[in-house]
């Protein structure tokens, strides 16, 4: 079965720069979050989108932003790289709430994100 | 706000014998989801097992059970017939019922499994 896709799998950047995660839902999922997990942490949840309309935010950062596009899939943009946010990033998807049997959300691979 | 407590943070098991994990949870919801997800060396996260809290029915995934106490907001992972491929790392989530889409996800700390030959 088709998974979550994510890109890319690893990036390193420098203090300052500015970096874009894309994330590729499971076809037919409407639904997209975006996790940050630290090293040694568990994931803290960012933002979601349902039908490219941002749903709910968490703690995320003012110099990133994200959104949805018309074919779903998703991009995450931070700005101002900064040491502390080399992490894994997440990107989960999820079909309709609709019936709510099937809002289970699965993750891709993650994106491994060093800042140097 | 919610929170997820798993309070083992490390444990062992003989491959084949059986191992349950512990996860408590706080919250004013009458109405949510609770999940497993196990997160092995390679850093996916992957799905074991959901339970709605309207259902009384523990959820069941083969060789996976969950024991849900809603009065005590309890919920345990229960792995039977261990296998080496069970070592990971098990993370404990809540998610509130709400009637818009996207709702996030609230982890526990994890509790790291190492399953021993």
């Known amino acids: 079965a088709a998974g979550v896709i994510q890109s890319p799998r690893h990036l390193i950047k420098e203090k300052r720069e500015t970096a874009t995660l894309k994330c590729y839902p499971i076809p037919r999922h409407d639904t997209v979050y975006w996790y940050q997990q630290g090293p040694g942490q568990d994931p803290q949840f960012l933002i979601s989108?349902?039908?490219?309309?941002?749903?709910d935010k968490g703690s995320i950062p003012d110099r990133f932003s994200a959104q949805q596009f018309s074919d779903y899939h998703s991009e995450l943009n931070m700005s101002s790289l900064e040491l502390g946010d080399s992490a894994l990033y997440f990107c989960?998807?999820?079909?309709?709430?609709?019936?709510?049997?099937?809002?289970?959300?699965?993750f891709g691979p993650g994106t491994r994100l060093t800042v140097l | 706000a919610q929170t997820v407590t798993q309070s083992q943070p490390e444990m062992s098991v003989q491959e084949a014998e059986t191992v349950t994990l512990s996860c408590t949870y706080d919250?004013?919801?009458?109405?949510?989801?609770l999940f497993w997800y196990k997160q092995p060396p390679s850093r996916q996260m992957i799905l074991v097992i959901r339970?709605?809290?309207?259902?009384?029915q523990n959820a069941t995934e083969n060789r996976f059970s969950v024991n849900f106490q809603k009065a005590a907001k309890s919920f345990s992972l229960k792995i039977s017939d261990s296998q080496l491929g069970d070592t990971a790392m098990y993370f404990c989530a809540f998610m509130k019922q709400m009637v818009r889409a996207g709702n996030m996800l609230t982890f526990g700390g994890g509790t790291r499994l190492m399953v021993k030959p």
């Open positions: 339970q709605e809290a309207y259902k009384q």
């Open positions: 989108f349902y039908e490219k309309m941002q749903s």
């Open positions: 989960a998807s999820s079909d309709s709430p609709l019936l709510p049997s099937t809002d289970t959300q699965y």
């Open positions: 919250t004013s919801e009458s109405n949510y989801y």
